[in-house]
C-alpha cells in the first residue's frame, strides 16, 4: 500500500507540474492575444507613440526658443529704428529749412531770368 501510495502522489505530482505547464502556456497566450487586442484598440484610436510624441514636443521647444529669439530680435530693430528716427526727426528740420531756402533760391533765379528774357 505504501508503494501504491508513493506512486499516487508522483503520478499526482506529475500531473500538477504538467497542468502548471499547461497554464503557463495559456497565461502567455492571453497575454499576447491582449496586447494584440490592445495595440489594435490603439491603432483604430490613431494614438501616437511615446517616440513620437517626444520627437514633436522637442521640435515644439525649439520652435518656441527661435520664437522667443527673434521676438527679442526684432524689439532690438524696433528699438534702434526708433532711435535712428528721433535722430531724423530733429535732422528733418535743419534740411527742411535748407531745402526751403533753396527752393525760394531757385524761384528767384527763375524769376530773374523770366525777368532778363
Known sequence: ????????????AKMMMDAAGVAQGVRREVETAFRAQA?????????????????????AVR????ADALAAR?????KALAEVGAGEKKAPAKSASKSASKGA???RSTAKDTDAS
Open 1 to 12: 500500500m505504501d508503494q501504491f501510495t508513493n506512486r499516487f502522489f508522483d503520478d499526482f
Open 39 to 59: 495595440e489594435r484598440f490603439l491603432a483604430d484610436m490613431d494614438v501616437v507613440s511615446r517616440e513620437e510624441f517626444d520627437a514633436v514636443k522637442e521640435m
Open 63 to 66: 520652435a518656441r526658443e527661435d
Open 74 to 78: 526684432v524689439d532690438a530693430l524696433e
Open 105 to 107: 533760391e531757385t524761384s
